[in-house]
C-alpha cells in the first residue's frame, strides 16, 4: 500500500535560520508531489508540484525553493527564514494517468518562525 | 472573486441532522474533490469526482459539471465529523494544479 510519510510534525525556528522540511512517498513510482501551504485561518496555497525527478514548478515566488533529488522524496527549503513563512505545510501525492487521481496528504509540519 | 467558492464558510449542527455543504467553481475542470481537514491538520481525501454521484458510508458527494457546482452531504452527523471541509478542483488546463476552496468548518454538537 503506498503511504506518505513528511516530518518534522512541529518546528519553531528563529526569522532568518534555514529550513528544510521533507517528504517522502512509499508504493508507487513516479508520482506527482505537490507542497501546500496553510496560513491560519485561509485555504491551502500550492507552493511547489513536480511531476518527475529534478522537475519543480514554483506556484508563487517567496523565498522557498524546492527540490526533488530522488523519485519518491521531496524537500521543502529555505535560507533565511521570515516571520511570513509560518503556517502549516503539506506535502502531497497523486497519480495522474491510467488512475484516479486522488491526491493524498502527509501529515503536515507545523512551522512558526519567532 | 475566487474560482472555487465554498458556503457556508461555518456551519454548526446538532447530532443527527442532515448537512449540506456546498461549492461553486468558475472553471473548466477535470475533476473536483472533497476532503477532510482534522484539527490536529491531517487531510484525507474523500471524494474524487467528475461526473454524477459518490456516496460512501455516510457521506454522499454529488457534482453537476453544466452548473459548476458540487454538494456535499452527510446524513446523521456525528461529534466525529466536526472537521473542515475543503473542496478542489482540477483545471482542465492545468495538469496536476489544483485550486482550493477556504473550506467549511463544520461542528457537530451531541
Known amino acids: 500500500s503506498q503511504t506518505i510519510h513528511q516530518w518534522p510534525a512541529t518546528l519553531v525556528q528563529p526569522v532568518g535560520s534555514p529550513l528544510s522540511l521533507e517528504c517522502t512517498v512509499e508504493?508507487?513510482?513516479?508520482?506527482?508531489l505537490y507542497w501546500y501551504r496553510q496560513a491560519a485561518g485561509r485555504g491551502l496555497q500550492l507552493l511547489f508540484y513536480?511531476?518527475?525527478?529534478?522537475?519543480i514548478s514554483s506556484e508563487v515566488p517567496q523565498n522557498l525553493s524546492a527540490s526533488r533529488p530522488q523519485d519518491r522524496q521531496f524537500i521543502l527549503s529555505s535560507k533565511k527564514l521570515l516571520l511570513s513563512d509560518s503556517g502549516f505545510y503539506l506535502c502531497?501525492?497523486?497519480?495522474?494517468?491510467?488512475?484516479?487521481?486522488?491526491?493524498?496528504f502527509g501529515e503536515g509540519s507545523r512551522l512558526t518562525v519567532l | 472573486k475566487n474560482e472555487v467558492e465554498q458556503s457556508p464558510q461555518n456551519l454548526t449542527a446538532q447530532e443527527g441532522e442532515f448537512i449540506t455543504i456546498n461549492c461553486s467553481y468558475s472553471?473548466?475542470?477535470?475533476?473536483l474533490h472533497w476532503l477532510q481537514q482534522h484539527p490536529g491538520g491531517g487531510i484525507v481525501s474523500l471524494f474524487m469526482?467528475?461526473?454524477g454521484k459518490k456516496k460512501h458510508g455516510r457521506l454522499i458527494a454529488t457534482i453537476n459539471i453544466q452548473e459548476k457546482h458540487s454538494s456535499l452531504h452527510i446524513t446523521a452527523s456525528h461529534p466525529r465529523d466536526s472537521a473542515v471541509y475543503i473542496c478542489?478542483?482540477?483545471?482542465?488546463?492545468?495538469?496536476?494544479?489544483?485550486?482550493f476552496g477556504e473550506g467549511t468548518q463544520l461542528t457537530v454538537n451531541p
Open positions: 502531497a501525492w497523486s497519480i495522474l494517468a491510467g488512475a484516479t487521481g486522488e491526491l493524498f
Open positions: 508504493g508507487t513510482s513516479n508520482p506527482n
Open positions: 513536480s511531476v518527475g525527478i529534478g522537475q
Open positions: 472553471v473548466g475542470i477535470s475533476a
Open positions: 469526482l467528475s461526473s
Open positions: 478542489a478542483v482540477r483545471e482542465e488546463t492545468s495538469g496536476s494544479r489544483l485550486t
